[in-house]
């Protein structure tokens, strides 16, 4: 009777809203053919397949089962330590500053008065979110090129008389590439950080005000404390992305001279591929891939829950 009688007001809730679920629709359908259809794809990375003119599913279903054969050879090539070493040593890189540089933005943001100076600091700041990595690889390029904007100021201050190769040496391939990547994402995530400060209760500030704080000390004991549960929620993202370095910036500033640097899994698995056809060797390693940042977020998720009671879930 009691289970009828949940069901019969599940119905009406239903009803009530079918509105509200109705619009839930298209983000379902864009959810299943982008999220969930393409993993039918995994299969590839336990087949030898081979590409032909014929259908494609019969092709891709009745390729030969070979197990873990991309995997071990992924594993026991001579790129592999290469190719992590890039991977994570730029992703942490990446994430050191990417993350800090948006907080500190937020919170500089949050103590100025003018509001005209603000919504300017923050429309130039997030505005390189919206630009493609074409445009913005081509910006840095130029930046960074012999005669560039870069090497002409470091001649005028004196600091080297020659012109620096920052793209042709990999030494500078990682700082450039987490520089970019800050430079492209913090006005964006700084927003995150804006809001969950404007959350917070203006009451607290002004008793800190009347307890003789000063701006400084309600950064350090209200501003940041608060914004704890949401810096652990976006650290669990970030880690998780720690192998998901991104594409675009590593093919467009990589070049053969600093390969040894810019060569990371998603640069790979392109090469092998679709350059050179191999789509199960490449279907293994992207699934490896997957596999490493889920049990990335498993695992600082569960660290995160049990060091500061705050996870993403």
């Known amino acids: 009777m009691i289970n009828q009688a949940s069901r019969l007001k599940l119905s009406k809730k239903i009803v009530k809203q079918r509105y509200l679920y109705l619009m839930l629709v298209p983000g379902f359908i864009w959810a299943i053919l982008f999220s969930y259809g393409p993993m039918l794809g995994l299969y590839m990375a336990f087949v030898d397949y081979k590409p032909t003119l014929g259908n494609f599913w019969s092709t891709f279903l009745n390729s030969e089962f070979v197990g ?29 500053i990417g993350f800090l540089v948006p907080i500190l933005i937020a919170v500089a943001l949050n103590e100025v008065r003018s509001a005209s100076f603000k919504r300017i600091v923050q429309t130039a700041s997030y505005m390189p979110y919206f630009i493609s990595w074409v445009i913005a690889a081509n910006i840095f390029v130029t930046l960074l090129s012999a005669d560039g904007v870069v090497n002409e100021l470091l001649k005028l201050l004196g600091l080297t008389k020659e012109s620096v190769l920052f793209l042709q040496e990999g030494k500078y391939f990682w700082g450039i590439v987490a520089g970019a990547n800050t430079w492209k994402e913090m006005g964006y995530s700084s927003i995150i950080y804006l809001a969950a400060i404007a959350s917070i209760n203006p009451e607290l500030y002004e008793a800190a005000k009347v307890d003789g704080a000063t701006r400084v000390k309600q950064i350090f004991h209200i501003t940041l404390p608060l914004l704890k549960p949401t810096i652990v929620i976006l650290l669990i993202l970030a880690v998780g992305n720690i192998v998901n370095t991104g594409f675009d910036q590593y093919f467009l500033l990589g070049n053969s001279l600093n390969r040894d640097y810019s060569d990371v899994i998603d640069t790979y698995s392109f090469r092998y591929g679709i350059q050179n056809g191999m789509f199960s060797y490449a279907s293994a390693v992207g699934l490896f891939k997957s596999v490493v940042a889920f049990i990335m977020v498993l695992g600082v998720n569960s660290l995160a829950r049990r060091m500061n009671n705050n996870s993403l879930f």
């Open 68 to 96: 873990f054969q991309w995997f071990t050879l992924f594993f026991a090539g001579d790129d592999f330590l290469l190719i992590m070493r890039n991977t994570l040593v730029s992703s942490m890189l990446t994430i050191g």
